[in-house]
């Protein structure tokens, strides 16, 4: 075989144009094999939630608001009472607020107007995250919507994009409106929205989300959607449930027992 | 040439006043930071190690505390295996700053010293220093 001047010339250009590359190929594409995941977190494929609503309301109905004092306590909230610039991750809203296209005229009084437990259905096709222009909310593989704080710029448009209003805006700085801070978990700071992360920082330790820990009624259940035997499926594939605006097809991964 | 005299007196007054602070502070040099790195968790420490060497966190500290942002908030990885093999979880409130909590000494005095303003503690929570 006889190499042409020409060819051996060309193919050291080749080899050259490789060398030049491989420091950015090894930049762009290498992985760190020194950070790991928890050996104790269970690897879940999509996170969901059920809300029994009928075990929920008779502890309600006594006074019971742990879930929502324990998530905010966790993660640092502030209590806000001008309506305007409240800060929600987990709250209430009566039925025909949370299901408008289910509510009619003839419906069952138990039911009607009754305080129902909402927060960010963690979407498997979440708006929020197709429209933020900085990628500061995205999805997780393991299904949960979480924000970067560190890259929101505070435009406000995956406010505008939820259908569920489970998105806030810091209009100040909350740090004045939080009671008690808690050390262990960051605040936020004014010009970025947040909003629930299903405790993303627990389900990574293999623990369940502070509001289901601390759910005495046990009307909130935690598991993988994906898992065939898991709780959550079991009790999907054995009673009705609804969820909030399924016609916009965003794919709540919050269930509703009524 | 009737104006040389104003556009000289110009130039002089112009090379004085924009060299000024050269000249005012020629030959005092701001003292380098000697920041005490001693607090009570360290002190009780059976060896005096950081994740990674001394060196190395001196240089490369800012580089790491992003590495561990990214990995953490995007990745979901939140434990670090550090050089010589010791696991560390990856959080600048539950890990740096449980022995480094002296952040007006630790933090504040190199990087004011720099004229750097990183704007952690916006959000995160600086501890109480006693």
């Given at each position: 075989m006889t190499t042409s001047r020409r060819s051996f010339i060309k193919a050291g250009g080749a080899c050259l144009l490789g060398l030049t590359?491989?420091?950015?190929?090894?930049?762009?594409?290498g992985n760190n094999a020194g950070n790991i995941e928890n050996p104790g977190a269970p690897a879940g494929k999509r996170w969901g939630l059920v809300i029994d609503m009928q075990k929920c309301w008779p502890k309600y109905q006594e006074g019971c608001r742990d879930c929502f004092l324990a998530c905010r306590k966790a993660h640092n909230i502030p209590d806000i009472a001008d309506k305007e610039e409240e800060i929600k991750w987990l709250w209430t809203e009566p039925f025909e607020n949370a299901f408008p296209e289910q509510e009619h005229e003839y419906i069952a009084a138990g039911i009607k107007g009754k305080p129902f437990i909402v927060l960010c259905n963690h979407c498997n096709n979440p708006p929020c995250v197709r429209v933020c222009p900085t990628k500061a909310t995205f999805k997780r593989r393991d299904g949960i919507v979480m924000m970067d704080y560190h890259r929101c710029i505070g435009c406000r448009y995956c406010m505008a994009a939820c259908p569920y209003g489970a998105r806030s805006f810091n209009f100040s700085d909350p740090r004045p409106y939080i009671k008690e801070i808690d050390p262990a978990y960051p605040t936020r700071e004014k010009g970025v929205v947040e909003k629930c992360n299903f405790c993303a920082e627990r389900v990574d330790l293999g623990l369940v989300p502070v509001c289901v820990e601390a759910c005495r009624a046990g009307a909130l259940i935690f598991g993988d959607l994906e898992e065939p035997n898991s709780v959550v499926?079991?009790?999907?594939?054995?009673?009705?449930?609804?969820?909030?605006?399924?016609?916009?097809?965003?794919?709540?991964?919050?269930f509703y027992l009524v | 040439m009737n104006d040389f005299r104003y556009i000289i007196t110009g130039l002089v007054l112009f090379i004085v006043l924009v060299t000024f602070p050269l000249w005012t502070r020629a030959g005092k040099a701001a003292p380098a930071p000697v920041p005490s790195l001693e607090t009570q968790a360290i002190q009780q420490l059976e060896e005096k190690q950081?994740?990674?060497?001394?060196?190395?966190?001196?240089?490369?500290?800012?580089?790491?505390?992003?590495?561990?942002?990214?990995?953490?908030?995007?990745?979901?990885k939140?434990?670090?295996?550090?050089?010589?093999?010791?696991?560390?979880?990856?959080?600048?409130?539950?890990?740096?700053?449980?022995?480094?909590?002296?952040?007006s000494q630790f933090c504040d005095q190199c990087h004011n010293y720099l004229g750097v303003q990183p704007d952690c503690w916006t959000c995160h929570i600086e501890p109480k220093e006693s």
């Open positions: 590359l491989w420091p950015a190929v090894k930049s762009f594409a499926r079991k009790i999907l594939s054995g009673r009705y449930t609804i969820l909030r605006k399924p016609e916009l097809g965003t794919h709540p991964s919050v | 950081c994740v990674e060497g001394t060196e190395y966190m001196r240089a490369n500290h800012m580089s790491l505390l992003e590495e561990w942002r990214n990995q953490v908030v995007r990745e979901g939140r434990t670090y295996v550090a050089g010589n093999g010791k696991e560390y979880e990856m959080s600048l409130q539950k890990t740096c700053l449980q022995c480094h909590s002296n952040k």
